[in-house]
């Protein structure tokens, strides 16, 4: 069978609170909501010139999946990602030490 794969191209200048929310399949002010909750980390000042990379917007997905699928609201999902990351942190300064 084959299936068809979508993406978003974000290349170093990143992408618009727009862009950013479309890329997600969302509206801004769910964005909005992440980045008050200090889920999101945009580049730029305010909202006119926040700029969201690869990283951010890989996040955003993670985040919605873990609303979609295991339920979770705003904090408990927040909290979770938290916890990837340093997961991620670890076993990356595990790769570098050669363990």
């Known amino acids: 069978m084959d299936e068809i794969l ?6 170093e200048t ?4 727009a ?35 690869g990283q951010e917007l890989n996040r955003a997905r993670r985040f919605q999946r873990l609303q979609r699928d295991l339920g979770a609201d705003l904090d408990a999902a927040a909290v979770i990602i938290e916890l990837l ?12 030490a050669g363990i």
């Open 6 to 11: 979508t993406g978003v191209v974000v290349d």
């Open 14 to 17: 990143g992408l618009t609170l």
């Open 19 to 53: 862009e950013f929310a479309c890329a997600c399949g969302t509206d801004a002010t769910w964005v909005l909501e992440l980045v008050a909750e200090e889920v999101l980390h945009p580049a730029g000042g305010d909202p006119e010139g926040w700029r969201f990379g």
């Open 85 to 96: 990351d340093e997961i991620d942190r670890l076993k990356g300064r595990l790769r570098r």
